[in-house]
């Protein structure tokens, strides 16, 4: 039996990022009262056949990676890539040319898509990244024991060996400052001093969003990332943030509202499936001793300035990410859509 919907959201739900992204997108169309279904991307033919003949003249935004972008047969479709490598290769930008509209949803990606060959033009549409029920810090002097956090899976791309290098470097002696790693339950390594705390449970959106206020500082040596989903929420808690302005963070950092860890831009050499390199990938490589420095710089902050840092951060991140302006591309980019439905 067909259906008619206005948006099928279409997202890896699988994946933990591109999961909140799509939930993100989803409550922006609920409330700019759009008939939204959302559904997990499709992985046969069979399955992208059925949601063909289900659906009629929908729009469908699919939220996937690489090869699993497959435009929805006779409907309006919409791409949302933000892998985070700064080349993509060149049979997932043959497929995205087949798409209708494409979205970034950072200035890093809108760029490494315009530098891998996409022809078609790009649309910076972010979602909204407000993050109401968040806990928000409201005192800026530091924890006796400095505190620091880190929120991300426990793959190599997240640099978590060279902040706890970094960290160690920084405080030798055991006892000063520590270091929390929030990280997924597949992580197999272990802490290497009681001041770097791991933790790998399985924690609800709010029990994560609770934790942020409860740290000092909000520390990043990614190596690279599409967005930064962790930056943004550490922000909304008003927390002092430590990184560096490469890929997706240049969308969410400015000037006095962060302490820049600098990097070097270097090649790739490395990658977790062969189909997701090309040629030319780089990412920004922050050394222990770099880090080590915008640890040591940031104790020498006084409250209040981190104080205005944190206001000068959340400011700037309204100015893209904030509801009003969010929901404002994504409805001038539907209402485009909608005309040729």
């Known amino acids: 039996m067909k259906q008619s919907s206005s948006i099928i959201l279409l997202t890896d739900l699988f994946r933990g990022s591109y999961n909140i992204i799509g939930k993100l997108y989803e409550s922006v169309f609920s409330k700019i009262n ?160 009681e001041d770097i705390v791991l933790i790998k449970d399985k924690w609800d959106k709010q029990r994560l969003m609770d934790e942020y206020s409860k740290h000092d500082c909000f520390v990043s040596a990614s190596l690279a990332e599409g967005l930064g989903l962790p930056i943004a929420e550490a922000i909304r808690a008003n927390l002092p943030i430590c990184t560096n302005y490469w890929g997706g963070h240049t969308s969410l950092v400015t000037n006095e509202g962060y302490i820049e860890i600098d990097h070097d831009e270097v090649i790739q050499p490395f990658t977790s499936n062969p189909k997701y390199y090309s040629a030319d990938q780089k990412c920004a490589y922050s050394s222990p001793d770099r880090i080590k420095k915008a640890l040591l710089r940031f104790l020498k902050l006084s409250p209040s300035e981190k104080q205005t840092m944190t206001s000068t951060a959340s400011n700037f991140l309204d100015k893209n990410y904030g509801a009003i302006s969010s929901t404002g591309k994504i409805t001038d980019c539907i209402k485009n859509a909608t005309l040729c439905v």
């Open 34 to 193: 759009c008939n939204v279904v959302h559904l997990s991307t499709p992985e046969t033919t069979e399955e992208k056949t059925r949601l063909s003949n289900k659906y009629s003249n929908s729009i469908f935004i699919h939220t996937t990676l690489g090869d699993s972008f497959i435009p929805i047969e006779n409907n309006y479709n919409i791409a949302i890539p933000f892998h985070e490598w700064s080349r993509y290769p060149s049979s997932w930008i043959k497929l995205l040319e087949k798409y209708d509209q494409i979205w970034a949803t950072s200035d890093h990606i809108k760029n490494v898509l315009i530098n891998s060959g996409l022809t078609k033009c790009v649309e910076f549409c972010p979602p909204p990244l407000d993050f109401k029920n968040i806990e928000q810090k409201d005192n800026w002097e530091n924890s006796e024991t400095t505190r620091f956090l880190f929120v991300g899976e426990s793959h190599f791309r997240k640099g978590n060996h060279l902040l706890i290098d970094g960290f160690m470097k920084a405080f030798p002696d055991i006892g000063t400052a520590q270091l929390t790693i929030k990280t997924n339950t597949a992580c197999v390594w272990a802490s290497p001093r």
